[in-house]
């Protein structure tokens, strides 16, 4: 046997670090297989023997590495489709490059030190089937042929997570390696990263607790055994003789100094229904039901018990902003490039597509009251019923208690970009921007109660509170500057007629 292989350049790894962790989904999560055929238009990725739900190390990946370089750079400009180059001034270490490796351009990079497993769920996972819908934003009515429906994994499913660290011995900067490693990591803890399709319409939320941790020594003989011998595929607690378990930074002794470069304005109003409210599920029950029910998600109690909770979707808040977004556009200017850019665009012609830069939450709704209507539809001209026509929905409806959050994020946010959502947010606090669905007959109102609004800068962050009292008076703190905001806006939008 020739030795010509031993002769090649190869890694001394001198030490290995296991990482292993439950990831957790908060809401449903698209984990889409790209099949053209199914039983849905897009259907879940799943385990070929098992059948099981299947999260792909790329993905993971994927997810971790964007994190690592928004949070280092913060988040990329847009400039006729151009990737800004990212602000070096003083040559820091790309971290995202050094644990994940060279981007596939960079012929001359190093490979990735950090192995990341496939992960398949822990069971059978809960599937629901969500509807999407294009709306034309003239006539407000359903786009032909845009209807399709997406196949999500339910709150609550798990995935366990297993990473592996090599450290060369020519490495010169361990401490660096384990500082990237512990920020992507304190990503998933801190709720951050977000995975699989439509992150920014509130799916794909998770999270991980805490984590399980095995160093070993590989110059250390007895270490170097214990590793060869150690059972990746088993439960880590029976192993826990050399496992730490804990927060990662505590275990690796590692504490995040750089600041956060990523500037993002968030925005959390409370709200109380004022009436009815109705988003359409497409979900199908053997079980005898109205024609017409309110959308329902899987959610985890207090108890960790998994129960159908009534939900204000971030899919239909996103499309009832935009389209609000827009007429307040064409009021005052005649160019709908704020809201292209502030919602994303799609160009069929050119095939080209831009992501929407404002992050929309899913809400859970409590507190309310599921009552069934009855409806028919009349013949304008006899003034009769139609026949067949009779139907039958479930609305809910608010009681006093009855309370509606809506969170949204802005990434990369400019002062006029603010602006429009404060008047976004003015719109729904009077009950004169509804959401949901049946909107001509009154429903989906709702009141503003209490608004907290936070804009996070690499120097900083800034709060803004907006309260209303019982005689239904308003508090705000430093009106001026909110006042600033609103005047950028519409000096920016005047300025493209």
Not at 266 to 288: N, Q
Not at 375 to 393: K, N
Not at 405 to 425: F, H, K, M, N, V
Request: hydrophobic share 35%; charged share 30%.
């Amino acid at each position: 046997m020739s030795n010509e292989r031993l002769k090649r350049s190869q890694r001394h790894i001198i030490e290995r670090i296991i990482v292993r962790g439950t990831l957790v989904l908060d809401t449903p999560t698209c984990l889409g297989s790209g099949d053209a055929e199914g039983v849905t238009d897009l259907m879940l990725l799943r385990d070929s023997i098992s059948s099981k739900a299947l999260l792909t190390g790329a993905s993971i990946a994927g997810a971790l590495r964007n994190y690592v370089y928004e949070y280092q750079y913060g988040y990329p400009k847009r400039n006729n489709d151009q990737e800004d180059e990212p602000k070096n001034p003083n040559n820091i270490a790309n971290l995202a490059t050094y644990l994940f490796g060279a981007e596939r351009k960079d012929e001359n990079g190093n490979q990735s030190p950090l192995i990341i497993h496939d992960s398949i769920s822990s069971e059978v996972p809960k599937v629901e089937i969500r509807d999407g819908l294009k709306i034309n934003s003239q006539t407000g009515t359903a786009d032909d042929k845009a209807k399709y429906d997406l196949e999500l994994l339910a709150s609550g499913t798990e995935f366990p997570l297993r990473f592996e660290l090599l450290i060369e011995e020519k490495e010169t900067n361990k401490n660096l390696l384990l500082e990237a490693l512990v920020l992507a990591l304190q990503g998933l803890e801190n709720n951050e990263i977000n995975i699989g399709m439509k992150k920014n319409r509130g799916f794909g939320r998770c999270h991980v607790e805490t984590w399980d941790v095995w160093q070993f020594n590989l110059q250390n003989y007895q270490q170097r055994l214990t590793w060869l011998l150690f059972d990746r595929e088993c439960n880590p607690n029976s192993q826990d003789s050399i496992c730490q378990h804990g927060k990662i930074a505590d275990i690796l002794k590692v504490k995040i100094t750089r600041t956060d470069e990523r500037c993002r304005f968030f925005m959390k109003a409370t709200f109380k229904l004022a009436g009815s409210l109705l988003i359409r599920s497409g979900h199908f029950s053997i079980d005898p039901v109205p024609d017409v029910v309110h959308l329902k998600s899987y959610r985890k109690n207090s108890q960790q018990l998994e129960k159908q909770e009534l939900v204000l979707s971030g899919t239909s808040l996103a499309g009832v902003l935009r389209h609000r977004a827009e007429r307040i556009v064409k009021t005052l200017g005649d160019r709908n490039t704020i809201i292209n850019d502030l919602f994303g665009e799609v160009d069929e012609e050119q095939k080209k597509a831009n992501s929407s830069r404002l992050v929309v939450r899913e809400s859970v709704i409590h507190n309310v009251t599921e009552l069934v209507q009855n409806r028919i539809a009349i013949d304008r001209f006899t003034g009769g019923a139609y026949h067949g026509a009779l139907f039958d929905e479930q609305p809910i409806f608010g009681k006093n208690g009855t309370r509606v959050t809506l969170e949204l994020e802005l990434r990369q946010p400019s002062d006029a970009e603010i602006g429009l959502l404060l008047l976004l947010l003015k719109d729904l606090w009077t009950s004169d921007l509804p959401v949901g669905g049946e909107s001509s007959i009154g429903r989906g109102r709702l009141e503003g109660i209490h608004a907290e609004m936070t804009r996070c800068t690499p120097e900083g962050k800034k709060t803004w509170t907006i309260k209303q009292n019982q005689n239904r008076h308003l508090k705000i703190s430093n009106a001026r500057e909110l006042e600033f905001f609103v005047r950028e806006f519409v000096g920016k939008v005047e300025a493209t007629r």
